[in-house]
């Protein structure tokens, strides 16, 4: 079983910046990929960026310039370092860890962030 919880949302001014966190714990063994996606009000959730515990990165278009992911491996931490938000950007974040091999373990998924960004 695996248990993430995220940190760091909150309200900011359009054109600013925050940084999402993201702590695993459990049983986090194998090869996995921790990534951000986020829905909106009457949306879908949708991806923000993945990172493979090997360092490889995939980013949503809209979010491709202004958003950066890593990963801090040994603490089994996922950060999202997100710039020049936009009201657009406005979402639940959620932290997700999914193992590549399912037979190390499934798909988890955090309680999700609150993300305000004013005009």
């Known amino acids: 079983q695996v248990h993430l919880v995220e940190s760091g949302g909150g309200l900011v001014q359009a054109g600013g910046s925050l940084r999402l966190s993201c702590a695993a714990s459990?049983?986090?063994?194998?090869?996995?990929?921790m990534g951000w996606y986020r829905q909106a009000p009457g949306k879908q959730r949708e991806l923000v960026a993945t990172?493979?515990?090997?360092?490889?990165?995939n980013y949503a278009d809209s979010v491709k310039g202004r958003f950066t992911i890593s990963r801090d491996n040994a603490k089994n931490t996922v950060y999202l370092l997100m710039n020049s938000l936009k009201p657009d950007d406005t979402s639940v974040y959620y932290c997700?860890?999914?193992?590549?091999?399912?037979?190390?373990?499934?798909?988890?998924w955090g309680q999700g962030t609150q993300v305000t960004v004013s005009s």
């Open positions: 990172i493979i515990k090997t360092g490889t990165t």
């Open positions: 459990g049983s986090i063994f194998g090869l996995n990929v």
């Open positions: 997700n860890l999914k193992f590549i091999v399912p037979s190390d373990g499934g798909d988890y």
